[in-house]
């Protein structure tokens, strides 16, 4: 039979062991949070300046074709 001291012993050290695990796994889980939040964060930031971008080259064909149109209006040529 273990000594009740011994075994108390063992326990608060199991107890410690498993405190430990514990908080190790809080802290990676936090970590995970932090980073899948980061994450859909910047998607979100390269989604809308994709949407800029596509806006922009749609404005600059647009002012190309006007351009052109001008020209042939004015039967100039581009050089």
């Known amino acids: 039979m273990i000594p009740r001291s011994a075994m108390e012993k063992d326990l608060k050290s199991q107890e410690k062991a498993l405190t430990d695990e514990i908080n190790s796994l809080g802290k990676k889980v936090s970590s995970s949070v932090l980073l899948w939040y980061f994450f859909n964060k910047l998607r979100f930031q390269v989604k809308y300046l994709e ?11 647009d002012i190309v074709c006007l ?4 020209l042939d209006a004015l039967n100039l040529t581009s050089s």
């Open 51 to 61: 949407k800029q971008f596509n806006d922009a080259q749609s404005q600059l064909r």
């Open 67 to 70: 351009y052109v149109i001008l």
